[in-house]
């Protein structure tokens, strides 16, 4: 069956990669209802911080003292950018029509590429990441990288840490309730900027831990790799239920998998061969989430809400 | 307060964004001041990708027009006559190849474009350029149905653009001689063929499948995948159990070097053989130790080997820029040339002025060029293709590109 685990466990690890971004479309929307169009470009941005503190550390430098430095890296990287887009693109535009700050989204995303592409060194074409040292390891038919493990760690972790800080801490239930109704969190003493620059900082750390997963898999970075992984991720989020955490996580490993296997297995059935290739797998995607959306408006884990008008 | 401190920041975005005009303004003013002393100032339009991950071999191209232009200028090789360069970027998107050369049209004093790099942004370009009997020199376009027309493989050719022209070798020769040499040279049997769906890659893989499977080699599998993308462990996997003993990819260095360092990495050693869009430094810089033992094909012989092209690397290293001419430096160099050529031509004719409306006679006077260029003769047959029709092997050694034979591929 052209190696079922293995296909099984790509797409995972590809799946956890998008949902670890995917978070970051959740969070926003769920407190503002912005789709933030940027947050793959926060992404790249992520990983070229993380690159750029490796190169600063200078060679001969251990990877395992490298590795949190990088992650730190990325994650200041991403939070500054986001916390500064939020504060001079999107809060000016609070109150404006919806399709507005969406429009600033997409030349949010556009600005950030470029600024990358004409002002960091050698970016204009991939840039070579670092790798891990060590494996690959065969664990019963599968081969596994020691950028693999990364991936896992850092999806379970990541997870973890959200849930808790959302459910448990006090920050977190002030995002609870900004998101269920801003005006009368507002009312209650929240204050709603705080929270709302505490959703892109969040969300924006995430993405760059996701950045410095995909340089560490893939070896290489460039300007423009936000554009298409950040358009699965917010695909990711859309079939988990939009707002719902837990559901961006869910819908990027469903989104992983469905890539990974109609990739190869389309081909299996009599006559699907030529829809079957690399190609094919975003339609595949795609097609899945439309089905889900007809079955379940809300996505997989989403709630039912009115909405607010 | 809060609003005074937006406002300051747009003040000086506002005046930075001024500053960065007045610059460019005056910039092109002393530009046309130049023309002013009895010469006519001609213009040679460039389009190639200039952003995006295939920058590196579109600003190659650029630079090596911009030498050209530099070097006919400096020798006024055309008396009377001052060339400029107008470099727009079609960032490898087949529209925007569109819209370039709409304004390079419109604007009269382009006589000649050189570009664009990618076959599909030429498909989209030829029309436009050709109603307005405009000169096009491709230095890369690879694709034969640019000049043969869509029927070519039939027998059926016919030249579809009077104004289409292009120093680099077809894939018609490129995919049989790669197939030649995988087949014979490498004694490999069993390909695995990967496309990134552009019109180069697909017609790449085509030829070379046809030939391939011509021999006796049998096409263990095949996959269709995104440019752009960078996940290929579907296609690894499919490569893996197909059993093939090597893998033949259309398409160019940056769906490839991820390609085969994922290859690697899942454990299929198997060699990946690419075409002229493999063939760049940035492959091996990208995939590392992997790329170790792949192939690729390039059009012409390599030019750091050619005795004519010597001149051509010292200047280009005197020149200061920033970027290698890479992969089709060379052919751009000839292909501005070979405009120039025309244009000489063209005004000698004409009583040593260029006539009023020179782009038909540039075109008509391109078929004849023949000069001693940077990539030995260059001269054009009937369909404007090249009639240097050599090609060369590369491989990867001890993470650098070898060169592994040069010829050419007959019949």
Known sequence: MHELPQNLVNGLLLGATYGLIAVGYTIVYGIVQLINFAHGEIF??????????????????????????????????????????????????????????????????????????????????????????????????????????????????STLFLAYFVRTTRTGRAMQATAQDPDTAKLMGINTDRVIVIAFALGAGFAGIAGVAWGLRYGEI???????????????????????????????????????????????????????????????????????????????????????? | MRNRSLLVLTAIAATGTLTLTACGSRASNSGSGGSSSGSTTVTIGVDAPLTGSLSALGI??????????????????????????????????????????????????????????????????????????????????????????????????????????????????QGPFAAQFAFSTLGKKKVFLVDNKDAYGVGLVGTFKDEFTKLGGTVAGQDHVTSGASDF???????????????????????????????????????????????????????GTAANGDFATSVGAPVESLPSAQTFVTNYKAGGYSQAYGAYGGYSYDSAWAIIEAVKAVVSANNGKLPSNPRQAVEKAMSNVNFSGVTGTVSFDQYGDATNKQLTVYGVKNGVWTTIKTGTFSG
């Open chain 2, 233 to 287: 462990s579907s296609t690894v996997n499919a490569i893996k159990s197909s059993g093939a003993d090597f893998v033949y990819f259309g398409g160019e260095y940056p769906d490839a070097a991820p390609l085969t360092k994922q290859l690697k990495a899942g454990g299929a050693n198997i060699p990946v053989i690419g075409g002229d869009g493999n063939y760049d430094p940035t492959y091996i810089k990208l995939a």
């Open chain 1, 44 to 157: 790249m941005t992520g990983a070229f911080g993380a690159l750029s503190v490796y190169l600063g550390l200078g060679s001969g430098t251990s990877m395992w003292i490298a590795i949190p430095l990088m992650l730190l890296g990325a994650i200041v990287t991403s939070t500054v950018i986001a916390v500064l887009t939020e504060r001079l693109a999107y809060r000016p535009l609070r109150n404006a029509p919806r399709l507005a700050p969406l429009i600033t989204a997409i030349g949010v995303s556009i600005t950030l590429q470029q600024l990358v592409w004409g002002f960091y060194p050698s970016a204009k074409s991939p840039r070579v990441f670092p790798s891990l040292p060590g494996g690959p390891f065969h664990v019963g038919g599968v081969l596994i990288q020691s950028a693999d493990i990364f991936v896992v760690v850092a999806a379970v972790l």
């Open chain 2, 60 to 173: 190659g191209i650029q630079n090596s027009v911009d030498l050209a232009i530099k070097t006919a200028n400096k020798n006024n090789e055309v008396p009377g006559v001052t060339f400029k360069i107008e470099a727009l970027d079609d960032k490898a998107a087949p529209q925007q190849g569109s819209l370039n050369a709409t304004q390079l049209v419109g604007d009269s004093s382009v006589i000649g474009v050189v570009g664009p790099l990618n076959s599909g942004v030429a498909l989209t370009m030829q029309k436009t350029f050709n109603n307005a009997n405009l000169v096009e020199v491709s230095p890369a376009n690879t694709n034969p149905a640019l000049t043969q027309g869509p029927n070519w493989q039939t027998g059926t050719k016919a030249r579809p653009f009077a104004s289409y022209f292009r120093t680099a070798t077809t894939d018609a020769i």
């Open chain 1, 222 to 309: 460039k300007f423009d790799m936000g554009f298409l992984t950040g358009l699965y991720a917010f695909t990711a989020a859309v079939l988990g239920g939009i707002g719902n955490i837990y559901g961006a996580m869910l819908g990027g490993l469903v989104l992983g998998l469905v890539q990974n296997l109609t990739a190869i297995y389309i081909a299996d059935i009599p006559g699907m061969s030529q829809f079957s290739s690399q190609s094919w797998s975003s339609v595949w995607a795609f097609v899945i989430l439309i089905l889900v959306l007809m079955v379940r408006p809300q996505g997989l884990l989403g709630e039912r809400v009115a909405d607010r008008a």
